[in-house]
T-cell receptor
């Protein structure tokens, strides 16, 4: 099992550009989520999904879109990147919300 | 709303020293409590958890006890190693929301 994979590992964008962060899991988990990690602020939930076709907003959803067309994939889209979105992004999956399995992260810099 | 507060870091210890990282929470009802660890350059991994009052979670020599009366879940280890150097996150699973709420993280550095 590869677990949770994320691509890319690093990305630099210019303000206003759009991009998609990819996340995939091979554990057949129903629950998937996206977090951002900022210094001194822990992890904050952006969006989550409890199954294919179902998504919902977390704590900091503005500027991000998600979709869940399959159980395995949960991409995160930045519509128009802003410097405030410079962060490390983690995708996670779980059978329920107890033990979450995290990907290795994507470090995003927006200039 | 639900929240988690951890002691400020960084924490610097010598090898074989005793470790305590404090964690307190505010929540409705009786949430499940977790400690996650993040090694350099990696994602978070579950270290231990406790799902009800007075439960003790333990793993890799780390322990934490769910204290309802003090709303705390302090992480302890009797003798730390250099390989324990990492960022430690306390978290709770909200009873009403089912979502994980993380503390800000505490960086531990262990020196030989």
């Amino acid at each position: 099992n590869a677990g949770v994979t994320q691509t890319p590992k690093f990305q630099v964008l210019k303000t206003g550009q759009s991009m998609t962060l990819q996340c995939a899991q091979d554990m057949n988990h129903e629950y998937m989520s996206w977090y951002r990690q900022d210094p001194g602020m822990g992890l904050r939930l952006i969006h989550y999904s409890v199954g294919a076709g179902i998504t919902d907003q977390g704590e900091v959803p503005n500027g991000y879109n998600v979709s869940r067309s399959t159980t395995e994939d949960f991409p995160l889209r930045l519509l128009s990147a802003a410097p405030s979105q410079t962060s490390v992004y983690f995708c996670a999956s779980s059978k329920n919300t107890d033990t979450q399995y995290f990907g290795p992260g994507t470090r995003l810099t927006v200039l | 709303g639900d929240s988690v507060t951890q002691m400020e870091g960084p924490v610097t210890l010598s090898e074989e020293a005793f470790l305590t990282i404090n964690c307190t929470y505010t929540a409705t009802g009786y949430p499940s409590l977790f400690w996650y660890v993040q090694y350099p350059g990696e994602g978070l991994q579950l270290l231990l958890k406790a799902t009800k009052a007075d439960d003790k979670g333990s793993n890799k020599g780390f322990e934490a006890t769910y204290r309802k009366e003090t709303t705390s879940f302090h992480l302890e280890k009797g003798s730390v190693q250099v390989s324990d150097s990492a960022v430690y996150f306390c978290a709770l699973k909200g009873v009403n929301t089912g979502k994980l709420i993380f503390g800000q993280g505490t960086t531990l550095q262990v020196k030989p």
